[in-house]
């Protein structure tokens, strides 16, 4: 059974760090793309960051140049390092695996954890 399962996330002022994990288990992890979504009260969810099952990765414009996603296939973990963060990445952050290949499609998600950053 698949399961995704977040942490590191917390509160933090502006302009501080933290970086959130995510461990998949139930999962061939290092053929899936891998991505983190984040959803703001009243907002519809919104990737920040996905990295290819190649480590290929890309960002939301609002995070380039303060957030980095990593994948680590050994643990079945991936990361997203966030530095200078500011109030509006307040959010619940999600994990997802994505795999997509000869007409086989699976997604999943975890259950979330909570961003907040003061000003």
């Known amino acids: 059974q698949a399961q995704l399962v977040e942490s590191g996330g917390g509160l933090v002022q502006s302009g501080g760090s933290l970086r959130l994990s995510c461990a998949a288990s139930g999962i061939g992890f290092s053929f899936y793309h891998m991505g983190w979504y984040r959803q703001a009260p009243g907002k519809e969810r919104e990737l920040v960051a996905a990295i290819t099952s190649g480590g290929s990765t890309n960002y939301a414009d609002s995070v380039k140049g303060r957030f980095t996603i990593s994948r680590d296939n050994a643990k079945n973990t991936v990361y997203l390092q966030m530095n200078s963060l500011k109030p509006e990445d307040t959010a619940v952050y999600y994990c997802?695996?994505?795999?997509?290949?000869?007409?086989?499609?699976?997604?999943?998600w975890g259950q979330g954890t909570q961003v907040t950053v003061s000003s």
């Open positions: 997802n695996a994505h795999y997509n290949h000869n007409d086989i499609r699976r997604d999943y």
